[in-house]
């Protein structure tokens, strides 16, 4: 679960990558299908994605 420390390393995350990469949205705990890790599902942190990367895509 995540703890007070680990909201504030998103919020530096989502600062940095504002910066870095306007046009770019940073996705909090949007879950992923991946191929070679966890049984094909991963949660990650984050995923910096366009804004509409993962609309209509569900879990």
């Known amino acids: ?3 007070g420390d680990h909201g ?3 919020q ?3 600062r940095i990558c ?3 990469r ?3 949205w940073l996705h909090p705990d949007q879950g992923l299908k991946v ?3 966890r049984k ?3 949660r990650p942190d984050g995923s910096l994605a366009p ?3 993962f609309v209509g895509q569900g879990e």
């Open 1 to 3: 679960m995540p703890d």
């Open 8 to 10: 504030r390393i998103i």
């Open 12 to 14: 530096w995350l989502t």
């Open 18 to 20: 504002m910066q870095s």
């Open 22 to 24: 306007p046009e770019l």
């Open 35 to 37: 191929q070679a890790c």
């Open 40 to 42: 094909g599902r991963a």
């Open 51 to 53: 804004g509409d990367a």
